[in-house]
DNA sequence: TTTTTCATAGTACAACTGTTATATAACACG
DNA sequence: CGTGTTATATAACAGTTGTACTATGAAAAA
């Protein structure tokens, strides 16, 4: 009887025009009818999928992180040490959307500090991801190594590190050369596929 | 024949509650009254000293800028390598100001996107930071290595990892492990005071 | 076609924002 | 001790915001 709609579709378009907005401009240019505009719709349409500003924000949010560290469906090589590369590589922004992503992200952390629902979201996105990191370290390291959650922490660092010198100057940080400072970190862990003499 | 006030001070106290409200709890926290009432005043009195919100925002974010990066007046070592640690060991949010500031860095980035004038504000103070670290990195390579600059910025990307998941994680990041990260970070590049046969 | 139900637009409103203007209090100095 | 200047408080203003409500449109099902 009623018009179809997918309505996770829309959701989707909505939090999409949010995160346009917030990585253009922050999260004071998210207003209700500013992303509803984005989205080509009015306030009437939002607010008949998100109940809240804040729901609206807090899935905003939710998308952004899953999105931002998503693996590319093309590179999921069996490889240990290629696995590893490649999901550290999915989290540098080196492209559009991943810069987009990232820049939510940022823009939510200080939001995040006062806000508890904000903090167990990034706080469970950022355990998830460490915990992958360090399924892919143990493959790699073999359990030759005592502590691979050490490695893995200091192997995001690096990747986060470089990420947030990308966002804000990416005109030197080329893809290329993004990828040659996650190499440098990974061959200064150890986790590199050939065993090379880097003695 | 007027009330004298050091108005540098008075500012600086404004900028401080400022920062005080954006750590706590985003930059839309910042409004002019809670500001003003955060610094025991009232807006009256705020714009007095600012023109503007703009001109708050903007000084607050320099003040954060500074801070953050500042050395400690007491570890100035002339030894190249304990200063290149120092120096690093100086950004990381190890103690309450260095983390307030860290998070307002964090929280205008978004902001500093759509701003150009944040954004020159920005892309100065790092560019200031990274020659820094670039000069020390120098002292400590001698001259052996080609690309001083690349090392700086592995090096800063270590740091500003740490910095991050610290900020967000504290109680898992103390002062010691942070500088065990960092250290770690400097013996991959090979910016370790004893030349430590690491093979 | 008719009916029913959802999708969307439009509008109204109270709360809050930055800003400006006005009034009062405090104090250095002649 | 006045007194003129500054510091601060208070109040008023227009604009914007989030939200709630109503009315209209569209399309599937009968």
Redesign the pocket.
């Known amino acids: 009887?009623?018009?179809?709609?997918d309505?996770d579709e829309?959701r989707q378009e909505l939090t999409d025009a949010a995160a346009r907005l917030i990585a253009r401009s922050g999260l004071?240019?998210?207003?209700?009818?500013?992303?509803?505009a984005e989205a080509?719709?009015?306030?009437?349409?939002?607010?008949?999928?998100?109940?809240?500003?804040?729901e609206?924000l807090h899935c905003t949010f939710i998308a952004s992180l899953q999105l931002r560290t998503a693996r590319r469906p093309d590179d999921r090589p069996d490889e240990p040490h290629a696995a590893l590369r490649a999901a550290l590589a999915g989290a540098l922004p080196m492209d559009e959307d991943t810069r987009r992503h990232w820049m939510v992200t940022v823009a939510f952390c200080a939001e995040a500090a006062g806000d508890a629902e904000l903090a167990a979201t990034q706080r469970d996105a950022y355990r998830d991801y460490r915990s992958r990191v360090t399924r892919l370290v143990e493959r790699c390291t073999d359990g030759s190594v005592h502590d691979d959650v050490e490695i893995a922490e200091q192997v995001i660092a690096a990747v986060d590190g470089v990420a947030l010198q990308a966002l804000f100057d990416p005109e030197s940080w080329s893809p290329a050369r993004q990828l040659a400072a996650l190499d440098r970190a990974l061959e200064s862990v150890g986790c590199v596929p050939v065993s090379a003499a880097h003695c």
């Open positions: 009887m009623p018009k179809i709609v309505i829309r004071g240019a998210a207003t209700l009818r500013d992303v509803a080509g719709l009015t306030t009437g349409a939002l607010t008949h999928y998100f109940a809240d500003k804040r609206l």
